[in-house]
Nanobody, 120 residues
Framework: QVQLVESGGGVVQPGGSLRLSCAASGSGFSINPMGWYRQGPGNNRYLVATISSDSSPNYLDSVKGRFTISRDNAKNTVYLQMNSLKPEDTAVYYC??????????????WGKGTLVTVSS
């Protein structure tokens, strides 16, 4: 059973930085893509950033230039470096991974979420 374990959320002042990490447990699979979504109070869940297996990133427009996504394939881990944080970045951040065992066997997994609060 694959599990996604997130870490790194917390409270930060506007303009501050946080780094989120998410590791996928298990072996015998590849992951493409892997990334982060967020859900603010009363909102839907939105894509923040994803990264393909060849490290090609994709970002929500409002985080471009502030957030950087990266991954370590050997560790099945994805990172989200968040700089210049704004109050509107406040949300629960969910790790996402598409786990691929074979060409015909793949499944989407989600972490439990980690809360990021940007407030003075």
């Amino acid at each position: 059973q694959v599990q996604l374990v997130e870490s790194g959320g917390g409270v930060v002042q506007p303009g501050g930085s946080l780094r989120l990490s998410c590791a996928a447990s298990g072996s015998g699979f590849s992951i493409n893509p892997m990334g982060w979504y967020r859900q603010g109070p009363g909102n839907n869940r939105y894509l923040v950033a994803t990264i393909s297996s060849d490290s090609s990133p994709n970002y929500l427009d409002s985080v471009k230039g502030r957030f950087t996504i990266s991954r370590d394939n050997a560790k099945n881990t994805v990172y989200l470096q968040m700089n210049s944080l704004k109050p509107e970045d406040t949300a629960v951040y969910y790790c996402y991974a598409r786990i691929i065992w074979t060409s015909y066997n793949a499944r989407d997994y989600w972490g439990k979420g980690t809360l990021v609060t940007v407030s003075s």
